[in-house]
Structure formats: C-alpha cells, structure tokens
T-cell receptor, first 111, second 113 residues
Framework: LAKTTQPISMDSYEGQEVNITCSHN???????ITWYQQFPSQGPRFIIQ???TKVTNEVASLFIPADRKSSTLSLPRVSLSDTAVYYC????????????FGKGTMLLVSP | NAGVTQTPKFQVLKTGQSMTLQCAQD?????MYWYRQDPGMGLRLIYY???????DKGEVPNGYNVSRLNKREFSLRLESAAPSQTSVYFC????????????FGPGTRLTVT
C-alpha cells in the first residue's frame, strides 16, 4: 500500500493558481492517483484521477511525472469557495478496499 | 437523484447503548462503504460491501457490524457504543468495484457520552 505525503496546510489568495504536491515514493505499477476535496461538515468529493502525464477536467489539472513518485494537483484561479481539505490517494483500481485517506492538505484561500 | 442519503444527521448515545446508522443510494451503484472521521483526521474505512450480499472488514471494524440489506441500502450497527466511537460517520458508494470515484453522503455526527 503506497503511502502518501502532502503538506498539512497551504495559504493562497483569490485569483492565484494553487499547486498541491503529493509524494508517493513506493507507488506500484497498477496504482492510480486520485484526489478528493472535502468542505467542512461534508463528505469528500472526487476531483480528479490519473495514472501518468497530465489529466485535466473542468475543476483541476493533475500532473504526474514519468517516475510517478509524486503528483501535483493544480487549481487555477482559486476563489474563497476552494477553501477545503484536499486528499491525495494512491491505490490499485482493483483494490478498492485499500483506498486510504490521510490527513490531507488544508487549503485556506483569503480575499 | 438524491445521491447518497444518511440518517440520522446527529445522534447522542450513552455508553452501552446500541443504534443503527442508515445509508441509501439511488444511483444503482454496486459497492458501498462506511468510514469514520475523527477531528482533524482523514477518513478510516470501517466496512465495505463490494456487491449486494457481500461485506468485508476495513481498517477499523471492531465494535461495528454491517448489513447490505439490498443493492440500495447499507447499514452500520453499533451494538454497545463506547466514547471512542464518537466520530462523524460517512457512507459512500461507487459504481463498480474497480472505480475510485466514490460518492459520499452528508455524514452522521455521533457523540457517545
């Protein structure tokens, strides 16, 4: 089970791009990288998932280097409503039972 | 679609009491999960059900039991509540066992005194 390490907290201002990096040095060949967002008093919400290179959707981009030992979630032009905890998870798509949420990164966006 | 619903939203129990947390999804998902989240912590998996009729233990199953009543419903039971079970409980569902896009319910905030 690949362990992930991410910053405990980050601060940003409205309109800035935010990059949250996650380290997963012992990622396995079959592992995918998934990011979730959690607002206070709510359940987590899926943001994006990738295996290698770059994935982009309407919410965020996910950059994964060739060695896949880290990944970066990029949030373009954040707003106050992006203040939340962001979780990086790594696991085999077939091993759903091993989906593990760490403590995540608390992103605080200020005006 | 309501997505994933959980009842109750809040509950206070005394030590030793029992209760069942209810979860239902209307997305025709096959797999369902129960997590707990303690203050300042990530989510920890209690039990999961890969498909109707099957259940398996997660990371922290002690003190809990589950029932996959049908494809829609997955309940979590505390037989004898303890203060250590004070937490927020989240139910989630996913379309298939090989998917990672889990849909979460709003949570149940449980306090055991």
């Amino acid at each position: 089970l690949a362990k992930t390490t991410q910053p405990i907290s980050m601060d940003s201002y409205e309109g800035q791009e935010v990059n949250i990096t996650c380290s997963h040095n012992n990622i396995a060949t079959n592992d995918y990288i998934t990011w979730y967002q959690q607002f206070p008093s709510q359940g987590p919400r899926f943001i994006i998932q990738g295996y290698k290179t770059k994935v982009t959707n309407e919410v965020a981009s996910l950059f994964i280097p060739a060695d896949r030992k880290s990944s970066t979630l990029s949030l373009p032009r954040v707003s106050l409503s992006d203040t939340a905890v962001y979780y990086c998870l790594v696991g085999d798509k077939g091993g759903y039972s091993t989906l593990t949420f760490g403590k995540g990164t608390m992103l605080l966006v200020s005006p | 679609n309501a997505g994933v619903t959980q009842t109750p939203k809040f509950q206070v129990l005394k030590t030793g009491q029992s209760m069942t947390l209810q979860c239902a999804q209307d997305m025709n998902h096959n797999s369902m999960y129960w997590y707990r989240q303690d203050p300042g912590m990530g989510l920890r998996l209690i039990y999961y059900s890969a498909s109707e009729g099957t259940t398996d233990k997660g990371e922290v199953p002690n003190g809990y039991n589950v029932s996959r009543l049908n494809k829609r419903e997955f309940s979590l039971r505390l037989e004898s509540a303890a203060p250590s079970q004070t937490s927020v409980y989240f139910c989630a569902s996913v379309r298939g066992a090989r998917e990672y896009e889990q849909y979460f319910g709003p949570g149940t905030r449980l306090t055991v005194t």
